[in-house]
């Protein structure tokens, strides 16, 4: 993160050559193709792909939608490591000695058209390890009356892999992905253990079944490449070792699930006014009763002069 933000300062520079891996389903052709733009600081591998496809070539494939690392759409490979394109300066792939980038489409996935890839595996996966909180009450969770109980601490376990956003840079970093697509692959695995380690689920013996069928954790060879390219930290190779362990562990009768919460107990309705503190008290002669009747009224005139 230092590295990245110490990049967005600086200015890259001024005219790069971006070489884009072509690919055409029609044909059947891949090449590289060239292009050269005028940069400016703060330029992000993103802003410098919807450039040339603006002002210089329209037919460029690629998929984006948010362009501040949230929606996950944007990942490709760039200079030969998965990154997500509006998180990538193009000052920290681009030099005055080196004044050029390459982007490919991700590894381990089909190409569909140039930098658009098929996430329909992917999320065959994902949808695989039931990425959902499983109750035996399915009448109480369909029909919450209150939330379910989890600590602070409880919540941190889980947080972390919380923060993935299915863009799938770690599966494009997995050697195991690559020559096994059977594999569950590092980020439903992730997911798995997540659910399996909430304390609000109680499936954690259906999870773990899952993760033990041959194309599940015990696959991983943890070369750690999955957590090494995350963009939210989310470190799944971590997760993968914490599920082999949980699951291990469990086939040799060593390990259950320490506790399930259920729903928060209702709140008791007290009738008894608390008094506001001192500094909160009205000023002399404020009719507070009436102000909170009195309907507010903003003269939208005002506000345009």
């Not at 919807?50 to 944007?74: F, W």
């Not at 773990?208 to 943890?222: P, R, S, T, V, Y």
């Amino acid at each position: 993160m230092a590295l990245e933000l110490k990049s967005a300062v600086k200015t890259p520079p001024k005219r790069v050559r971006v070489r884009i891996k072509r690919f055409s389903p029609e044909t059947g052709r891949e090449w590289w193709q060239v292009y050269e733009i005028d940069t400016y600081r703060g330029m992000t591998v993103l802003d410098a792909l919807l450039q040339i496809k603006e002002t210089q070539d329209h037919t460029i494939v690629m998929r984006y939608s948010c362009r501040m690392g949230v929606c996950g759409s944007c990942g490709m490979i760039i200079n030969g490591t998965p990154r997500l394109a509006c998180q990538t300066q193009v000052s920290m792939v681009a030099t005055e000695e080196e004044p050029e980038f390459t982007v490919e489409p991700l590894r381990n996935f089909p190409v569909i058209r140039d930098l658009l890839t098929d996430f329909t595996s992917f999320f065959e996966k994902h949808r695989k390890v039931k990425p959902y909180l499983i109750r035996r009450d399915t009448v109480e969770q369909e029909n919450p009356k209150t939330e379910y109980k989890m600590t602070p601490e409880e919540h941190i376990e889980i947080y972390p892999y919380s923060l993935c956003i299915s863009c799938g840079l770690c599966v494009s970093a997995c050697p195991v992905s690559a020559s096994d697509e059977g594999f569950l692959g590092p980020q439903a695995l992730a997911q798995l253990w997540r659910y399996t380690a909430d304390v609000r689920d109680e499936a954690w013996v259906e999870r773990l079944q899952i993760a033990d069928d041959e194309n599940g954790a015990l696959k991983c060879h943890f070369a750690a490449s999955c957590s090494a390219v995350c963009p939210k930290a989310v470190d799944p190779g971590g997760a993968i070792q914490m599920l082999r362990s949980a699951l291990l562990k469990y086939k040799l009768g060593l390990w259950r699930k320490r506790k399930i919460n259920g729903p928060v107990p209702p709140l008791e309705v007290s009738k008894e006014k608390v008094p506001l503190p001192p500094e909160a008290q009205p000023v002399d002669g404020a009719d507070v009763e009436a102000m909170e009747r009195e309907p507010v009224v903003i003269d939208a005139s005002k506000l345009l002069e």
